[in-house]
Nanobody, 125 residues
């Protein structure tokens, strides 16, 4: 059974840090592009960070966030530093089998993408 399970969300003050973890099971994570998305109330889901094999995409978080993966442990991580109130959202991990040439965020919005259930991140000012 394919499953992605996020953890690590919570409440933090502005300037603080959180690390989100996403555990994968039921598919070979090492061959999949991975990414983190977020969705705030009343807004569309947006891509945060994404890795497609050796390709690294960053969007809207300006060097404060770092994405990584441990294929042996079947885990993907999102390290978030210097958090701001506008980072508050529900965060989702995602994985999909993409070609090396595929645009990462677009590729993770297809019917073949696996999604986690999400974890809430709230940053207070």
């Amino acid at each position: 059974q394919v499953q992605l399970v996020e953890s690590g969300g919570g409440l933090v003050h502005s300037g603080g840090s959180l690390r989100l973890s996403c555990s994968a099971s039921g598919f070979p994570l090492r061959y999949y592009a991975i990414g983190w998305f977020r969705q705030a109330p009343g807004k569309e889901r947006e891509g945060v960070l994404c890795i497609n094999t050796n390709t690294y995409y960053k969007n809207s978080v300006d060097g404060r966030f770092t994405i990584s993966r441990d294929n042996e442990k079947r885990v993907m991580l999102l390290q978030m530093n210097n958090l701001k109130p506008e980072d508050s959202a529900f965060y989702y991990c995602a994985a999909a089998p993409l070609s090396d040439e595929a645009e990462c965020f677009t590729g993770l919005r297809t019917p073949s993408t696996f999604w986690g259930q999400g974890t809430q991140v709230t940053v207070t000012s």
